[in-house]
C-alpha cells in the first residue's frame, strides 16, 4: 500500500530542546498559523473558564435569594452573597473560601434534613438542591484547569 505524500514534512511529536531546533525549519507563515491557532485555544480555554466561574456565581446568588426566602437564615444568605462575589470578580483566594463556605453553607443548612418535618418533600428537595449545587461549584473549581486558568489570568492580567 503506497502513501500519498504532499511534500510537506511532518512535524515530530516530540518537546524541548528538539522542537526548538524544529521551529527554525518551519516557514513564517507556519510560524504566524501556529501563533494564531495558540491563541484562539487561549481565548477559547479562558471564555470557558469564565463562563463556568460566572454560571456557579449566578447559581450561588439564585440559591441564596431562594434560601432567604424559604429558610429566613439570614447568616446564609450573607455568606453565598460574598461568596459569589469573590468569585466573580477573581479576589486572591476565591476558589479557598468558596469551598470554605460551601461547608459553612452545608452544616448551616444540615438541619433541613431532619428538622423541618412538617414542610414535607418542598423542604428536602431545597435542602439537597442548596448543598449539591455549591459543592459541585466547589469541585469544579479546583477540577477544571479551564477555571484555573481564567482566575489566574484574572488575578495577574
Same mark, same amino acid.
Given at each position: ?53 460566572? !454560571?456557579?456565581? $449566578?447559581?450561588?446568588?439564585? &440559591?441564596?435569594?431562594? =434560601?432567604?426566602? /424559604?429558610?429566613?437564615? %439570614?447568616? +446564609? ?54 448543598? !449539591?449545587?455549591? $459543592?459541585?461549584?466547589?469541585? &469544579?473549581?479546583?477540577? =477544571?484547569?479551564? /477555571?484555573?486558568?481564567? %482566575?489566574? +489570568?484574572?488575578?495577574?492580567?
Amino acid at each position: 500500500m503506497k502513501r500519498k505524500t504532499t511534500g510537506k514534512s511532518k512535524q515530530p511529536q516530540i518537546g524541548g530542546a528538539a522542537a526548538a531546533a524544529w521551529e527554525h525549519h518551519l516557514t513564517p507563515e507556519a510560524k504566524e498559523r501556529l501563533g494564531e491557532e495558540y491563541a484562539a485555544e487561549l481565548k477559547r480555554k479562558h471564555d470557558a473558564g469564565k463562563l463556568a466561574v460566572l !454560571i456557579i456565581s $449566578a447559581t450561588n446568588l439564585g &440559591l441564596a435569594l431562594m =434560601s432567604l426566602f /424559604i429558610s429566613f437564615n %439570614l447568616v +446564609t444568605f450573607a455568606v453565598q452573597v460574598l461568596l459569589s462575589v469573590f468569585l466573580f470578580f477573581g479576589l486572591p483566594g476565591a476558589r479557598v473560601l468558596f469551598a470554605i463556605g460551601v461547608v459553612l453553607i452545608i452544616i448551616l443548612s444540615g438541619g433541613g434534613w431532619t428538622v423541618y418535618p412538617d414542610y414535607g418533600y418542598f423542604r428536602v428537595v431545597f435542602t439537597a438542591v442548596n448543598t !449539591i449545587l455549591p $459543592a459541585i461549584g466547589a469541585i &469544579l473549581l479546583f477540577a =477544571s484547569s479551564n /477555571i484555573a486558568d481564567y %482566575l489566574y +489570568t484574572k488575578r495577574y492580567g
